[in-house]
């Protein structure tokens, strides 16, 4: 049996791991979904002041007040940042961190500084026009639009995020990574689904900051083709990958 601490994304709260929580406590694994600060259904905590270092406590109190021990932290997409944070402060606590479509900044760089100019400065606008300057609104979660994020979404799926989705704090996208030296030589893995690993390996050995801690000793890779929501597209699948990757390092 294994300790799973799973940690959404933007906008989106425990309940979107709900397919893959279900048949991981059916194989016999301790599975803790969480809800941070001022999403879903806790938006009612959401200020100017939530940012990384908020998200990163939440994380930390699950597993502390758990007094959770060997947990695989299982992170997707915009919450990397906070999961990276919290196994940072708790390294004696984590089995390993899996990235699902995501992975860990270096210090310096913020969530923010992944997108292109031209999309970083169209988020910033909708931060400022719809958002009151310190919200991400809730994207519309379209699939003409944005095909292959939302690829594999069944359109039942697609309302369930529209509806249940809230706006996420700014300052979970803007607040700069601050990383340990050394970093914790904490065991990691990348399940890749919207980016091949390919891709991921070349610019990491390349030196592209957005990559460079995705690479070298102590990495294991799969890949989950499909959108970049798996926990809803591919559930029992992704919950697979992360039985096998429970195994002891």
Do not use: C
């Amino acid at each position: 049996m294994a300790t799973f601490v799973l940690v959404p994304g933007h906008w989106l709260g425990a309940w979107v791991w709900d397919e893959v929580a279900a048949p991981l406590r059916a194989a016999g694994h301790d599975v803790h979904a969480v809800s941070l600060t001022g999403v879903a259904e806790r938006a009612g905590e959401a200020s100017p002041d939530v940012d990384v270092d908020t998200h990163a406590d939440d994380t930390v109190r699950v597993i502390e007040d758990g007094d959770l021990t060997d947990v695989v932290l299982v992170v997707h997409s915009g919450g990397n940042m906070a999961a990276t944070a919290a196994a940072d402060r708790v390294p004696g606590r984590i089995a390993r961190v899996v990235y699902v479509d995501s992975g860990p900044m270096p210090t310096g760089l913020a969530g923010i500084d992944f997108h292109d100019p031209e999309t970083r400065a169209a988020l910033e606008r909708r931060v400022a026009e719809d958002g009151d300057g310190w919200m991400i609104p809730v994207p519309p979660f379209d699939p003409s639009a944005d095909p292959v994020n939302l690829e594999g979404l069944s359109p039942e799926q697609l309302a369930a995020m529209r509806r249940r989705g809230t706006p996420q704090p700014f300052g979970t996208a803007t607040q700069r990574a601050a990383r340990p030296v050394p970093i914790p030589d904490t065991p990691r893995a990348l399940i890749a689904s919207t980016i091949p690993l390919g891709v991921v390996r070349q610019a990491a050995e390349a030196g592209d900051p957005m990559f460079a801690l995705m690479a070298g000793p102590g990495w294991t890779y799969r890949e989950l083709p499909t959108g970049h929501w798996p926990m809803l597209s591919r559930p029992r699948d992704l919950a697979a990958l992360l039985d096998e990757l429970s195994a002891p390092a």
